[in-house]
């Protein structure tokens, strides 16, 4: 079974760049696409960014497009999610899910943890 965990969230400026990653040990994970999530305080759960499994087909929230790049790397069964020129609105908890059958705003499947991504003005 997949298990996702992401890193390499922190504190950061307006303007500034930040790359999340999300692994998993389990060697299958690169027959999985792959989203990126988040969870703003007091706000629902919204898709950000995701990934095929052969990176074929990205898709991004409105919100990121031009900002964020989503990528992966299968010979390290990782997932990044490129932040550049972060927003204070960016600010929230983000999650990367595992789906083996669907890209997009409706993934479900084996989520991860959580990291927090905190901007400042």
């Known amino acids: 079974q997949v298990q996702p965990v992401e890193s390499g969230g922190g504190l950061v400026q307006a303007g500034s760049s930040l790359t999340l990653s999300c692994t998993a040990s389990?060697?299958?994970?690169?027959?999985?696409?792959v989203g990126w999530f988040r969870r703003a305080p007091g706000k629902e759960r919204e898709f950000v960014a995701g990934?095929?499994?052969?990176?074929?087909?990205?898709k991004y929230a409105d919100s990121v497009k031009g900002r964020f790049a989503v990528s992966r790397d299968n010979a390290k069964n990782s997932v990044y999610l490129q932040m550049n020129s972060v927003k204070p609105e960016d600010t929230a908890v983000y999650y990367c899910?595992?789906?083996?059958?669907?890209?997009?705003?409706?993934?479900?499947?084996?989520w991860g943890q959580g990291t927090q991504v905190t901007v400042s003005s």
């Open positions: 990934i095929t499994r052969n990176s074929v087909t990205l």
């Open positions: 899910v595992a789906d083996i059958l669907r890209m997009g705003t409706t993934m479900s499947g084996s």
């Open positions: 389990a060697r299958t994970f690169n027959t999985y696409a």
